[in-house]
């Protein structure tokens, strides 16, 4: 925070930025480089006691008493500040529902009396972080990945994309190549070993995702899919209470994420969306979008996540379907300012 802002109240304070995710929630000061807190999007519900997520709920009262409980833990605990004294900018995605939309203004003006929010589309703010005003946003969240095109500050929605393709996919996959992998080495009841690994909590598996695996190069995949001899990456040992010690073998780190890349008759892959979102362009935009690709959400900062990215991009432009509608070249892709 800055110096001038704790000296008499002089100049107009910070105003503080709610990023509420479908996992994380992201909460900060406006101007800092950084979120002062990364923290779940749930909360401990006071009648049973136990953790909800925040976009669980039953109905628009639910939402209200959850809502209200979860900003002021933000407030109050994380950030320590009146919410009174600050304005609100509130970054959400073009789909978020109007319920939860309306629900928070009310939560934020009712409960906590804030004097200003303003509603910012999270793909425009992307472009903000870097300076440019088109490119197209690929934001791959925990439920899904989200594709639109920006243009001179203008979402194209015509060519949005949309795929159940995030971290919760990814997660799944990695349990079920875990329970196959286990299967093989113990040779032991598979339900037991099911309902063991589907046991595990989320944020277990999370963190298995995070720490040990990554996305392996197009080749690779090529061979395991065509069923050749390969050498997978060593086994890692991951501890779990501080006891038990769970073995993540080398393809289930390698391959976890291979499901961002399959394609079949009923879901695309991650880029063959990006071709068609550039394809439903107009003919005079897409070389811009090819040349500004802008990654957002934790999943995209996996290992060689942009490098798998690229190789796929360049191979489906030798397919004749692309080739003949894309005229394009070479793709290129911005760095994110921080991490």
């Given at each position: 925070m800055p110096l001038f802002d704790t000296i008499g109240g002089l100049g107009e304070k910070q105003a503080v930025v709610l990023d509420l995710g479908k996992k994380f929630t992201k909460f900060g000061f406006a101007g800092d480089s950084t979120p002062r807190c990364i923290i779940p999007t749930e909360i401990k519900c006071p009648e049973s006691g136990k953790v909800r997520s925040i976009l669980t709920y039953k109905n628009e009262d639910d939402l209200y008493a959850l809502l209200?409980?979860?900003?002021?833990?933000?407030?109050f605990k994380h950030v320590l500040v009146s919410p009174k004294d600050r304005k609100v900018v509130i970054v959400e995605s073009l789909l978020c529902p109007t319920v939860i939309r309306d629900t928070?203004?009310?939560?934020?003006?009712r409960h906590f009396e804030v004097s200003s929010i303003l509603f910012v589309p999270a793909h425009l703010v992307a472009l903000n972080t870097l300076g440019v005003n088109k490119g197209l946003v690929i934001d791959i969240g925990y439920e899904e990945a989200l594709l639109i095109p920006v243009f001179e500050g203008v979402a194209v929605l015509k060519a949005w994309q949309a795929q159940l393709l995030g971290g919760a996919a990814i997660e799944l996959n990695l349990r079920k190549l875990l329970i196959e992998a286990c299967a093989k080495k113990e040779k032991n009841d598979l339900e037991k070993i099911t309902n063991k690994?589907?046991?595990?909590?989320?944020?277990?598996?999370?963190?298995?995702?995070v720490r040990c695996c990554f996305v392996t190069s197009s080749k690779r995949a090529k061979v395991v899919?065509?069923?050749e001899e390969y050498k997978p990456?060593?086994?890692?040992?991951?501890?779990?209470?501080?006891?038990?010690?769970?073995?993540?073998?080398?393809?289930?780190?390698?391959?976890?994420?291979?499901?961002?890349?399959?394609?079949?008759?009923?879901?695309m892959s991650l880029p063959h969306m990006i071709l068609d979102a550039i394809r439903k362009c107009p003919v005079?935009?897409?070389?811009?979008?090819?040349?500004?690709?802008?990654?957002?959400?934790?999943?995209?900062?996996?290992?060689?996540?942009?490098a798998r990215i690229l190789e796929e991009l360049q191979y489906l432009m030798t397919t004749s379907f692309y080739s003949e509608k894309l005229?394009?070249?070479?793709?290129?892709?911005h760095n994110p300012r921080f991490k």
């Open positions: 209200v409980d979860f900003i002021h833990m933000l407030y928070l203004a009310k939560v934020l003006f690994i589907m046991g595990l909590p989320d944020s277990i598996i999370e963190d298995i995702k899919f065509n069923e990456p060593p086994d890692v040992n991951y501890k779990i209470g501080g006891d038990a010690v769970i073995t993540v073998d080398g393809s289930s780190r390698e391959f976890a994420y291979e499901v961002m890349f399959e394609h079949d008759n009923d879901q005079d935009m897409r070389k811009t979008m090819a040349d500004n690709l802008i990654f957002i959400g934790g999943t995209s900062m996996a290992p060689g996540f942009r005229k394009i070249d070479t793709f290129k892709f």
